[in-house]
């Protein structure tokens, strides 16, 4: 999508052929700033401290950072080394590992020598299919909004969003995001309800600042205001994103969301997760009890980073000193709470059914 | 409470015999100022700026306000315009009337020149009342940890708590925490989870600043967190506080309450709120329906306010400049989710039989 006019994904192949430039989303929302990514190495610490996050893009870095990886060493040996290193960085995403077995289906029948050119077209691919998926996600949710518009006759159309799903944490358009940027673009008057989503404050960095670069009218909001909106009629749709999803339809997203689909379920709100196929874990079925969960550090809740008043990044306490926090990462929302689930082949029940039907096999 | 090992209250007459002496609680947990009141518009600004919040200590406040407004003139008119300006303050806290009515019914039958001293006479009588108040709401609530503790057989009872309802938000004591206080010191080991309690953080900045300041084991969390952690059997018991409850056991509490009692329901954890009779509003049933939410300035969610690495408090941005965000202050929890309420007079159903059953008439 656009930033300051200009065309951009959150990732793709520098100028030079070989290197991977990424948008640094650590200095979002207050600066715009590109990286060059050289080594496996510069690859794994984008993924592990965010400056490339979001399900799909983690995917595309993994990809990508392999490439980087086989560059000076592209045997078996560097191939495990390497995918050993990137899947350790996030241990939530599926996507992770699901780029790399990608990426090891592709080069591992391949003499060493051939690896690295079929790295880069693969990782490539991935890249691509990622945006076709996104825009496809896109014209699925597009049919949720639609009849809403149509019944709301010109009033806008609210929808809550949590964390970041739009294009940021894909390659291109987002997936919470993606029917949004659809129903904008055709004229049809949407409004977003962005969760701040403490403790990285991806809604307030991210989101905020997507949905501002492309004009989407937008609202923030803490993340505990959500189920009184809702109680009071301010919200017509939940799109939120998916960082794993079982083969029952559990979600396993954002730290949070599984209040806002609580609070949606009660107030009988539609409540739709929008993620790419690969998102899905078949070999999981119970979320709660099987999704290992992040843990991060502890200072993302005791600190906190945003722009001072000098204009310079500044870090502040907001707790009394040595203060003990814990900070999972992402929570799991049962299949019973979500009304459905929006993939790229369309809209689904959240259910091992639902799934399995457009997905069979 | 203690801090730094000497006994305080929130609130208390100066040593001058006259003004009124309040801890600055914009200031913490970085800073332990306290501030003296000399006027009626101080006394406001002091409640308005929340340098005093919880609904007991906004009561209490108001009620020695309206003393400082007395002092230059104690005539009717001044008064209603003492008593208005107060009011104003705080639109949602229903105590504040509440000790605003106390204090009317006790001055306004008097002459005007019997009036000032009557006045201090029963604004320390509101301070006194509330300390005695929440040591019984402590006990009450003791009732509900003691079986618990037992059940756990040694290991350590996990309490999650929502904002500050702790020994600042009344005069002393606390009301959510007041049985935590109680059961800690009788040695039942006791944790509480604490919820930052974004916009305004009272659960990092105050919460965390009094169980360390008394010692009682805490965590900081996210507010996204508690849903997680009660699906992994990690909470055992909610307390919260309460600004307004409605006749009919409705809870207005922080933004956010709400959801955290979602989550609760989902998981079979008891949830409760800990508020003195002043709290119930009982000229309103239905609290969605009927109890006004105040909102806040939108810079609380765009900005936050810390301790910089130099030492100073210091705000930082959040979000992009100019982003849009509203900021509601409170949410109301249905009774059909509170397991119960806790008050002064015992534990009770929450809906209109129960509340009827502890205050007859």
């Known amino acids: 999508m656009n930033v ?26 207050h600066e715009f700033v590109l990286i060059r990514l050289t080594t496996l190495e510069e690859a794994a610490e984008a993924i592990g401290t965010m400056a490339v996050r979001g399900a799909p893009l983690i995917g595309a870095a993994a990809a990508y ?9 592209a045997s078996d040996k560097a191939m495990r080394t390497g995918s050993d290193l990137l899947l350790k960085t996030r241990p939530t995403a599926v996507n992770l590992r699901w780029a ?14 051939k690896r690295l050119e079929a790295a880069y077209r693969r990782a490539a691919e991935i890249c691509d299919n990622d945006v076709e998926t996104n825009r496809r996600i896109g014209g699925h949710g597009l049919k949720l909004i639609e009849p809403m518009a149509k019944k709301k006759k010109g009033e806008r159309v ?11 944490a894909g390659v291109d358009w987002g997936m919470a995001l993606a029917p949004v940027y659809l129903a904008h673009d055709a004229g049809i008057p949407v409004h977003v309800w962005v969760d701040e989503t403490r403790p990285r404050n991806q809604g307030a960095a991210l989101t905020a600042w997507e ?3 492309h004009g989407v009218p937008h609202t923030l909001i803490a993340d505990n205001a959500g189920g009184h909106l809702m109680q009071h009629g301010q919200v017509d749709l939940c799109l939120v994103g998916a960082d794993r999803v079982t083969a029952c339809g559990d979600v396993c997203n954002k730290i949070g969301t599984y209040l806002k689909a609580l609070a949606a379920h009660d ?4 409540f739709y997760a929008a993620f790419p196929a690969s998102t899905i874990d078949w070999r999981i079925a119970d979320g709660v009890a099987e999704i290992p969960i992040e843990q991060r550090d502890a200072r993302e809740v005791t600190h906190l980073r945003g722009l001072g008043p000098d204009g310079h990044s500044i ?35 959240a259910s091992a059914e639902g799934l399995r039907k457009l997905f069979p096999g």
């Open 4 to 29: 300051n006019g200009q065309a951009y994904r959150t990732i793709r192949l520098h100028a030079d052929g070989w290197s991977v430039e990424i948008i640094d989303q650590r200095r979002l929302p």
């Open 65 to 73: 950072g392999l490439c980087l990886g086989l560059r000076p060493d």
């Open 100 to 113: 790399l077995d990608e990426m090891g289906k592709a080069l591992l029948p391949l003499p060493p020598e």
């Open 158 to 168: 609210n929808i809550l969003t949590h964390c970041n799903a739009g294009w940021l």
């Open 211 to 213: 949905l501002k670069n």
């Open 267 to 270: 107030n009988g709100v539609p």
């Open 315 to 349: 870090e502040i306490a907001l707790a009394p000193a040595d203060t003990h926090a814990v900070n999972y990462g992402f929570d799991v929302t049962p299949a019973r709470l979500m009304t459905g689930l929006i993939t790229e082949r369309g809209l689904v029940q």
